[in-house]
């Protein structure tokens, strides 16, 4: 009886196809990855179990450890025209070369009154270095550009703006600081503002974990 | 390595002496290659933080003297925020005579039973949570502790934000020397 011959067959498969399936994914990751602007500013929010989130072009108060605060005007259709108001308003007498080069500053982060110095430079202030809005209780400016940004919006979309108004504050900003941003929310008669946190679930047991899983 | 020797044994051999030339296989190796590529992603993937910032809804009430709010002696509920993330509670009215017995300290870890358990205790219309931070307390506290309030959910208008009296000031800074709270 002839011995039968098994062909003996290769175990090598061919990695190419896993290999650019790998790479793909590999792209795809890095490029869907949206790139955080580098943070100038070092803020650890606090968190909560806030599930909304947080809008990009908004009207954002910065509060940072030392207590200092900072204003960045995301919306960039209107960022011109507060510029603009509270030059006007506050008679800093910026020309418009000036006003269009400060438009492209990214922080506002000085006292109304250094505003035209810091123009003149020729090279920009990094927002570390600034020495942050006044938001005291004797001189708020904070209430000055709430009132030009409640100006420049005002007529449009109110619940639109209530939701641009951000404050993001560090975990170790002492309280007062932020009491005073409240202040300065109030006397411009807004009452709604929103908090920039990191989301967390809510805690198991709690009252609102219980909701959340009864209406699921 | 990955490869099993496939030629079959003793095929056709040419004549001695006739040199044979070897034919090199073109193929490449890819296993370490897509073991590099999975080991990226998995790195990447580990990597990117998922968290991603959310927004929380902050009300503030109007401030209007002829409008003060009353609140129930029974369904109130202080806390007050102080120094190193410490919390003080009292209920009611703070009593001249009985200050260190209703004044008590306690923790954010601790805090969510204690307002679950007023909140059980209390009906529902009378129940208050009245919040005071301290100037010592910091931002994360007066955003945890009304992250707290809707934890446990209480309903909005059951709890507000007011400023501090000087006796619970004085009371916050004795209980702070007294436990040691830097």
């Not at chain 2, 009593?95 to 300290?105: G, H, M, P, V």
Request: charged content about 25%.
């Amino acid at each position: 009886m002839p011995k039968v011959k098994i062909p003996r067959k290769s175990t090598t498969v061919d990695m190419t196809a896993m290999c650019d399936v790998a790479f793909l994914l590999l792209s795809f990751f890095i490029l869907a990855t949206k790139q955080k602007p580098p943070e100038v500013l070092t803020v650890t929010p606090p968190s909560s179990v806030a599930s909304q989130v947080a809008p990009d072009n908004a009207i954002l108060i910065t509060l940072i450890k030392d207590g200092r605060t900072f204003l960045m005007l995301g919306d960039e259709t209107k960022k011109s025209d507060i510029l603009k108001n509270i030059n006007d308003a506050k008679g800093l007498g910026l020309s418009p070369a000036e006003l269009a080069k400060w438009n492209k500053q990214q922080f506002i982060g000085l006292p109304l009154n250094k505003i035209k110095g810091s123009l003149a430079l020729a090279k920009e202030i990094p927002a570390d270095k600034m020495e942050g809005i006044p938001t005291d209780s004797t001189n708020n400016e904070m209430v000055d550009w709430l009132r030009s940004v409640t100006n420049v919006y005002a007529g449009g979309d109110q619940k639109a703006l209530e939701k641009m108004l951000l404050v993001k504050g560090d975990n170790n900003a002492l309280y007062p600081a932020f009491k005073n941003i409240k202040q300065a929310f109030k006397k411009n008669d807004i009452y709604k503002f929103r908090i920039v946190t990191n989301g967390q679930a809510p805690p198991p047991g709690s009252e609102l974990a219980k909701t959340a899983a009864a209406s699921k | 390595m990955a490869e099993m020797d496939t030629s079959s044994g003793g095929g056709h051999k040419k004549g001695p002496g006739v040199k044979k030339g070897k034919k090199l296989s073109t193929r490449v190796d890819l296993t370490p290659m897509v073991d590099l590529g999975f080991l990226l992603i998995t790195f990447f993937v580990f990597t990117t933080t998922m968290s991603q910032s959310t927004a929380m809804n902050m009300n503030e009430p109007k401030d209007d003297p002829n409008q003060q709010l009353k609140v129930k002696n029974s369904g109130a509920m202080t806390i007050l925020l102080g120094k190193g993330n410490q919390v003080y509670y009292y209920y009611g009215q703070l009593e001249a005579d009985k200050l260190s017995e209703q004044f008590k300290s306690t923790t954010f870890k601790d805090i969510r039973n204690l307002i679950n358990e007023k909140r059980k205790a209390t009906p529902i219309d009378d129940l208050m949570y009245i919040i005071k931070s301290d100037k010592n307390s910091t931002f994360k506290n007066a955003i945890d502790i009304l992250d707290e309030m809707t934890i446990s959910a209480v309903p909005p208008g059951h709890y507000a934000e007011v400023d501090m009296t000087p006796t619970e000031e004085l009371m916050i800074q004795q209980t702070e020397t007294a436990n040691g709270v830097k």
